[in-house]
């Protein structure tokens, strides 16, 4: 049979064949289309999402935490030290001359006032002892002639100039006898006891022990230190501030401020008093704020950066150390969950023991065995920290805290790491890069 070749038919058979691939082609690409545009927006974000196990949590010294309320921006910058007030501080000395016959104290120690912290010999001791018995007896000899030519002045036996002559003596030996008296209680000398050549040096205040600046034997005079004592319970710092800011410090307003040399602790006070005149002729006057924290963890003479609130205005911060930068953004961890590993592995055991011959389980684990050779890191049996890497923007920093802005709304719970931000990061980067993965 002759077949007849007709080139419509061919055109139009080969136009429908073009078509329906064409309609086909473009069926796939928009099933695909949803899941690409999922994963793309997925890497825009930047949320990924991190594993740890149990050691490696413990390694990186994980902290957990949430958002503080700090005022970063309407505050005003100071620094200064801490300070003790005059009163909170003594210098030990004797009022005469003598020898130091022992010590009951080392530096450091903590001592009560009234408290024996030395003994001093010395010869005045036992002079003025002398001196106040004996004008102890004239006062005794004289009241009694005073109190007799007053009584024959008064009869007129007597002239009047012989009763003001004792007047006079009486009146000059009672004076005398109440000063030896207070010399004596202000060496520690009881004048009602026998005479004494050592007596006690006792501390004027309560406090902790400084400086010992004596020895067994050393030989003290009037005025030389012999032990210094420090209070630290009025502990308070002195903010130095410009006269540019002054008219914004008031009374009752909020300290926040950390030791320079020291770690991060944030120490909180109040603002008692600001001063009326420039501090060695700088343009900063000095602004005195009591310290509200355990005071006896500070000493006089810590240098300290302070922030005084001037304004109302508070944000969400965290600590610098709980952000992370990557691919030229900001970004903090949550953690989403803590899991127990090992169940699975635990069933699988048992299987292998329930009485199955090795030659049926044999392929089994060799593919097992060869799959934990494959260079991969493989968790071990305990707990798993999962993470999720949460992009924010960041705004003011004061005081080692930054103000944090999520670019997603978070759980009003989320426990966020603000200690060890930096390790979890770093092991993101090495599973990324293939260094190995967390199975």
Do not use: W
């Amino acid at each position: 049979m002759k077949l007849e070749y007709n080139p419509f038919k061919i055109m139009l058979v080969t136009t429908a064949l073009f078509l329906l691939a064409a309609c086909g082609k473009k069926e796939e690409t928009s099933t695909d289309e949803p899941e690409a545009k999922k994963e793309a927006a997925h890497e825009e974000s930047g949320n990924k999402e991190v594993e740890l196990n149990e050691a490696q949590y413990s390694s990186a010294g994980v902290v957990l935490g949430t958002f503080s309320p700090k005022n970063l921006s309407e505050v005003i910058n100071a620094n200064g030290y801490t300070k003790l007030p005059p009163q909170n501080q003594a210098d030990v000395s004797v009022f005469v001359s003598g020898i130091i016959k022992s010590i009951a104290i080392i530096e450091g120690q903590s001592v009560r006032k009234g408290q024996v912290i030395a003994t001093v010999e010395s010869p005045e001791f036992t002079r003025i002892q002398q001196d106040y018995l004996t004008s102890k007896s004239n006062l005794e000899f004289l009241k009694l002639e005073f109190e007799r030519q007053r009584v024959l002045s008064e009869e007129e036996v007597s002239a009047k100039k012989v009763f003001q002559k004792t007047k006079a003596d009486y009146e000059i030996e009672k004076a005398r006898y109440s000063s030896l008296s207070k010399q004596l209680q202000t060496m520690n000398i009881n004048p009602n006891r026998g005479a004494v050549a050592t007596v006690p040096v006792v501390a004027p205040i309560s406090g902790s022990i400084t400086e010992v600046n004596i020895k067994i034997g050393s030989t003290v005079s009037p005025g030389q230190a012999l032990v210094n004592i420090v209070d630290n319970s009025q502990l308070h710092v002195d903010l130095l501030v410009y006269e540019k800011d002054l008219q914004k410090v008031k009374t009752g307003q909020n300290v926040r401020f950390v030791l320079t040399n020291q770690d991060n602790t944030e120490i909180s006070g109040k603002i008692f008093s600001v001063g009326k005149a420039f501090e060695n002729e700088t343009k900063s006057v000095a602004v005195h704020a009591d310290i509200e924290n355990d005071k006896q963890q500070l000493i006089p003479g810590m240098y300290v950066n302070a922030l005084i609130d001037v304004g109302a205005n508070t944000v969400n911060a965290l600590p610098v150390d709980a952000v992370v930068k990557a691919e030229g953004r900001e970004f903090i961890f949550i953690l989403e969950g803590v899991e127990q590993e090992g169940g699975h592995d635990a069933e699988k055991d048992h299987a292998h023991d329930d009485g199955h011959s090795h030659d049926e389980t044999s392929s089994h684990d060799s593919e097992k065995d060869h799959s934990h050779d494959d260079g991969h890191a493989h968790k071990e049996s305990g707990k798993s920290y999962h993470f999720q890497r949460i992009e924010v923007k960041t705004g003011t920093a004061q005081l080692g805290y930054v103000q944090i802005t999520p670019l997603q709304q978070l759980p009003a719970d989320a426990k966020i790491v603000t200690k060890g931000a930096y390790y979890i990061q770093s092991h993101l980067l090495k599973s990324e890069g293939g260094g190995g993965h967390d199975h």
